[in-house]
């Protein structure tokens, strides 16, 4: 990972770059460590739920409780329910 500092630098290196912090605060990049773990913990969140999600339903269809519309139902509320817990990251 390369760290670029302020407008030191020519463009295509700051193009390269992973990070690029535009001022002189170095808690800057704290916040971005931050950031970052709460993005992986969201991401995870919404993994296990998605998936979990689908393997009840897909377990209730199996034994004759569940049909499509709740499939559909269960998928569509899953996408929804996953984008509000993701839009958390920028609080």
């Known amino acids: 990972m390369e760290f670029q500092w302020g407008g030191v630098g020519s463009s295509s290196a700051i193009e ?4 690029v ?7 800057k990049i704290l916040e971005g460590i931050e950031i970052s773990k709460k993005t992986n913990r969201i991401i995870k969140q919404n993994l296990i739920f998605a998936i979990g999600v689908k393997i009840a339903i897909l377990a209730l269809s199996v034994l004759g409780y569940a049909n499509m519309w709740q499939a559909v139902f269960a998928d569509v509320g899953t996408t929804i329910i996953t984008v509000l817990n993701t839009i958390r990251i920028l609080t």
């Open 16 to 19: 390269a770059s992973d990070v």
């Open 21 to 27: 912090i535009m001022t002189d605060e170095l808690y």
